[in-house]
Nanobody
Framework: VQLQASGGGLVQAGGSLRLSCAAS????????VGWFRQAPGKEREFVAA??????NSDYAGSVKGRFTISRDNAKVYLQMNSLQSEDTAVYYC?????????????WGQGTLVTVSS
């Protein structure tokens, strides 16, 4: 499975962005998908994940209430609201082999999100 994240960009603090993750080569409709991010000088961290059906989701405490993960038949989305400078990072999507989130197996290229204060 090849994944591609898109939708990053430059946004002012308090603004919103929506990231998208698409799969190629094979569908990920039966797989859980997660979002991760890596800020400069920091380790990659978990942001959110969604089950294959979209009915189950999980969030890092730092984004809960501000970010929403969702999916349709083709893509997985990360709606990011009330963005803060601490959200500046390269965002990656990853899929699990399982239907419910356990661990990332297939990674996509990242998309850069820059939040200006």
């Amino acid at each position: 499975v090849q994944l591609q994240a898109s939708g990053g960009g430059l946004v002012q603090a308090g603004g919103s962005l929506r990231l998208s993750c698409a799969a190629s080569g094979r569908t990920f409709s039966n797989n859980a998908v997660g979002w991760f991010r890596q800020a400069p000088g920091k380790e990659r961290e978990f942001v959110a994940a969604v089950s294959w059906s979209g009915r189950n989701s999980d969030y890092a405490g730092s984004v809960k209430g501000r970010f929403t993960i969702s999916r349709d038949n083709a893509k997985v989305y990360l709606q990011m609201n009330s963005l803060q400078s601490e959200d500046t990072a390269v965002y990656y999507c990853a899929s699990d082999r399982r239907s419910f989130w356990s661990e990332p197996v297939y990674w996509g290229q990242g998309t850069l999100v820059t939040v200006s204060s």
